[in-house]
């Protein structure tokens, strides 16, 4: 576990920070497709069909911070922020870390949840209980330990969810309004009730240990057939490999998907899913699974970085270079067949692990980053959100 602990770290970092983008930039502004100014490619990809896309409106620095997730009423954001320790006597320099706020579109103010000395990452907002789970992490050298919890929109109440002897993994996720799962580097699978959890003094888990040890590293659920699909490191293999389990029994057997994935995308309501992994060289193919009759299809084989369904499952937005020398990523529309690509924006140095689409509006919201040299010999990277109104024909 001590080989294996190094990787999930660095995985978890680029999960958090640069997401499926490279971690180093190179100058030049996004350039922003409309009906009037398309790319070769573009025009290529849209002349055999009907769609056609106009860009409304765009903010390419909406707030600063990393985006995670949005209200379901569409009036503020949950965005990971930078914040500063004041210094002290026995300290010269202050400490950041990144905690959580919310950012509301009508007074365009951040307002920072709880000041906490440790990192604050992954929010999903629980509109039902009128707060929000997420990941508090603290890392020096090898040591990595994640905690889940839950705190209310007030700051007044925080809970701890995950127990104190497990490091919880990156991705966790919210199935509905009672239930959200979660999976540790010890290889287990837990299931939390969010009203039992939240006001039982003991708690409400239902914990799954696994045949075979897998660290994982991101999860999620088909609950209405019991199915979790999960991406966990493979020792055997060296290699982060996409599995699914049934929870039927304390002790399921996981089976795998498929060997080095790098991300993946549940769509519940159609029983879809989506996962990049290795193609031809340096490419990487993006594939849809049918879940229900085992069927896959090739949808895209290129340098494929960040993807995720629209709100609705009849589209899938997807970043991709280029080249494999090419640090900035244009951003694509496309069906769930692969077919009648639309490239929304270009040359875009995208972060994170989260495209957010707004829940009543053609908007999407997503991170971005940029280098900062202020004259030292430290670049610093800073994150904003960005955002594109749309609309589409």
């Known amino acids: 576990m001590k080989k294996t602990l190094p990787l999930l770290i660095t995985v978890f970092i680029a999960l958090l920070l640069s997401g499926c983008s490279p971690f180093f930039i190179r100058n030049g502004e996004p350039v922003i497709i409309s009906n009037s100014q398309q790319t070769e490619d573009n025009a290529r990809n849209t002349s055999d069909n009907a769609n056609t896309l106009t860009i ?140 039992r959890t939240l006001f039982n003094p003991d708690g409400t888990i239902h914990s799954y240990k696994m045949s075979k040890k897998l660290p994982i590293v991101k999860i999620d659920f088909l609950e209405k057939h019991e199915i979790a699909f999960f991406t966990a490191f493979n020792e055997e293999s060296r290699s982060f490999d996409l599995y699914y389990v049934y929870l039927t029994k304390d002790n399921p057997q996981p089976v795998l998907i498929q060997q080095n994935v790098y991300f993946f995308d549940l769509y519940a309501k159609s029983n879809t899913l989506l996962y990049s992994t290795s193609g031809e060289k340096d490419t990487q193919k993006l594939v849809r699974l049918d879940i229900l009759d085992n069927t896959r299809t090739i949808l895209k084989e290129g340098y494929i970085g960040l993807f995720a369904f629209n709100s609705t499952g009849e589209r899938i937005i997807y970043s991709e270079k280029s080249d494999p020398s090419s640090n900035s990523q244009n951003l694509w529309f496309m069906d769930i067949e692969g077919k009648n690509q639309i490239q929304l ?48 024909s």
Do not use: C
């Open 345 to 392: 924006a270009s040359n875009l140095n995208i972060a994170g692990d989260r495209i957010i689409f707004h829940p009543h509006k053609s908007t999407v919201y997503f991170t971005v980053f940029t280098l900062n040299e202020d004259n030292s010999d430290a670049r610093k990277i800073s994150y904003s959100v960005y955002t594109i109104d749309y609309s589409t």
């Open 56 to 195: 409304d409106n765009i903010n390419s620095r909406l707030t600063d911070g990393i985006i995670y997730d949005i209200s379901r009423d569409g009036d503020y954001l949950l965005v990971g922020k930078q914040t500063r320790t004041p210094t002290s006597e026995s300290s010269e320099t202050a400490e950041s870390y990144y905690n959580l706020s919310t950012y509301a579109f009508e007074t365009d103010q951040s307002n920072t949840l709880l000041y906490s000395n440790k990192n604050q990452a992954n929010g999903l907002l629980d509109h039902k209980n009128k707060g929000y789970y997420y990941l508090e992490f603290s890392q020096n050298g090898e040591e990595y330990d994640a905690k889940l919890l839950w705190s209310d929109l007030e700051g007044d109440t925080t809970k701890n969810i995950s127990n104190s002897k497990e490091s919880v993994s990156p991705g966790f996720s919210m199935i509905d309004e009672d239930l959200v799962i979660y999976g540790n580097q010890n290889g287990e699978i837990k299931l939390v009730d969010h009203q």
